[in-house]
């Protein structure tokens, strides 16, 4: 008998496999992927049928109200699309200017370490956690009260790991001889940065930060805890007004006893599952026009 | 304080570069060993030896690229033009544009043609356009690319062939009018005639620059440069015209070097 060997061994699992997959093993996993995608269109087609009857400007347009039919989802569209933009700004800034810290500043390796780690564990920290955290912090502590600022603070904060943590990627995937280059002729460091390593890394930052925040704007749960409510009878007007938002709207009616509300949920579903394609398309866009900006 | 420019101070001094007593470490490895060493101006200098030997080191000694390295220390004094570029009283970025570097790996910006040859030239708040179409026009015919991109200045730099990117990268350096070039193997990952193009451009560039090039192509030593050196373990073994070089050397390790007889 011959000894064993782990090359002959991974030989013959992988001729094995070869011939599962001509065997039909490649077909069944094609299958499931497709099994899984038709679901989740059935699933999107369901909330389309329950919610089509809501589909209409009346209910983009209109207040909350007791009455199903006559509650609409204005306030809470308008809060979602001030807190997207606000958490942009809020995380988007801080974010890469962290990243770049770390990435090109004076950083002892050591510091670098830690860092990471922490923003590592941060990136993983419950929602709900970081929703008791910015109910302390800033409506308590900083007395800014339940408002629209201390919703996009909370979860600026909540995106602001996975922001540094892309942006970061991004920059590091940037060649080192572009620096290089730009340092040769006698750029200074900020000067290689900004002309030469942030345009070159954008496109990574830009679908990175645009992932993160457009999933953080889908979270009911720390804002939940951060105090919002559903029945809010305006839209936002600045910054320090009370809110609601479209993944707390949806909660809260998919709660409701009365079988009238359901088709309510499922049109706001359908809304702010748009907000967030026509968020990446608009990344996708942005990313494709710079490329071309950039490579020609 | 104002920096004084970089040319003025003591043009009495022949050399354009003068290497004195250098040390080099990366962290407790050292890398050159009281290295010294005169590079003439107006002439192509190689720098020849074994992988390892320290010559790239030495190379990225004289625009100060080395500082960039962490863990990298250095002792010694470095004069161009008789002034010590590592003095407190020089800018890098400043010393850089006067001091030009070419690499070994072709390294275009992601960019048009046009902006990479007008990248050094911009960072300096030059931006007029005719003096920059000017001066583009001017380093792209001075490395024999202009014909080949003149209707494409506008895409990318990306598109072009190694040999192309590698011409520009020359002409990026070029366009700032550096008085010294310095080239990292700049042939090593061309074909042969992208290198003979190479090779001619160095020799006619020698007029107005100081050109000093790595390499460890010794017949690319031999038909360009006007003096060779050879570098082994982080010392200077022999600096000689390169006629006599190559043709009568000294130390007996230059001949088995040149003869092949090690690597």
């Given amino acids: 008998m011959r000894p064993f060997s782990l090359f002959a061994f991974f030989e013959r699992m992988e001729h094995g496999l070869a011939q599962l997959v001509r065997g039909g093993l490649g077909l069944a996993v094609r299958l499931m992927t497709m099994t899984i995608i038709l679901l989740a269109l059935v699933w999107l087609g369901y909330l389309f049928w329950i919610g089509k009857a809501r589909l209409n400007t009346e209910f983009l347009f209109g207040f909350n109200s007791v009455v199903a039919d006559k509650a609409g989802v204005y306030p809470a569209l308008m809060g979602s699309l001030w807190l997207l933009l606000m958490v942009f700004l809020l995380s988007f800034l801080p974010g890469l200017a962290i990243a770049v810290h770390l990435e090109r500043g004076h950083t002892s390796r050591r510091a670098k370490h830690f860092i990471s780690l922490n923003l590592s564990n941060l990136a993983g920290v419950p929602s709900v956690v970081y929703g008791l955290a910015g109910l302390e912090l800033f409506a308590r502590q900083l007395d800014l009260g339940i408002c629209l600022l201390s919703a996009s603070l909370t979860l600026s904060l909540m995106a602001l790991p996975t922001v540094i943590i892309t942006c970061r990627e991004a920059i590091r995937r940037v060649p080192a001889e572009l620096e290089d280059g730009a340092v040769a002729l006698g750029a200074t460091p900020l000067q290689a940065l900004w002309f030469q390593i942030l345009p070159a890394a954008f496109p990574g930052i830009l679908s990175g930060v645009m992932l993160s925040i457009s999933r953080i704007v889908g979270e009911a749960a720390p804002l939940l805890v951060l105090g919002a409510v559903a029945f809010v009878p305006f839209a936002p007007s600045s910054v320090w007004d009370y809110f609601t938002l479209l993944p707390v709207q949806i909660f809260f009616w998919s709660n409701q006893s009365q079988p009238d509300f359901a088709p309510n949920a499922a049109a706001a579903v359908v809304i702010l599952l748009g907000i967030t394609l026509i968020f990446h398309l608009l990344a996708l866009w942005i990313r494709n026009r710079w490329k071309k900006r950039i490579l020609l | ?263």
């Avoid at chain 2, 010559?55 to 004094?77: E, F, I, S, Y």
């Avoid at chain 2, 598109?159 to 008085?179: D, F, K, N, T």
Wanted: with cysteine.
């Fill in chain 2, 1 to 263: 304080m104002d920096p004084q420019p970089l040319e003025k101070t003591n043009p009495s001094l022949g050399d354009k570069i003068s290497v004195s007593g250098v040390n080099v470490w990366y962290a407790a490895q050292q890398v050159l060993f009281d290295l010294s060493i005169a590079i003439r101006p107006c002439a192509v200098t190689a720098i020849i030896g074994p992988s390892g030997c320290g010559k790239t080191t030495l190379l990225r000694l004289m625009n100060r690229m080395n500082d960039r390295v962490p863990g990298a220390r250095m002792t010694g004094l470095i004069r161009m033009d008789g002034r010590d570029i590592y003095g407190p009283d020089v800018q890098v970025s400043e010393l850089r544009k006067r001091v030009g570097m070419v690499f070994q790996k072709p390294n275009p910006f992601p960019g048009s043609i046009f902006d990479n040859v007008t990248f050094g030239l911009k960072i300096r708040g030059m931006v007029l356009r005719s003096f920059l179409n000017d001066r583009v026009e001017r380093t792209l015919r001075q490395v024999h690319l202009w014909d080949e991109v003149k209707d494409k200045l506008k895409t990318s730099a990306l598109h072009l062939s190694g040999g192309q990117q590698q011409r520009l990268c020359l002409a990026r350096a070029l366009a700032v009018e550096p008085s010294v070039l310095l080239m990292d193997e700049p042939a090593s990952s061309l074909d042969p005639i992208n290198t003979a193009r190479i090779e001619e451009l160095i020799v006619q560039l020698k007029a107005q620059h100081t050109i000093v090039m790595v390499t460890h192509n010794m017949q690319q030593a031999g038909r360009t440069s006007d003096v060779t050196a050879f570098l082994h373990k982080g010392r200077l073994i022999e600096l000689a015209d390169t006629a006599t070089f190559f043709t009568n050397p000294k130390s007996p390790s230059t001949q088995d070097y040149i003869t092949g007889r090690f690597r």
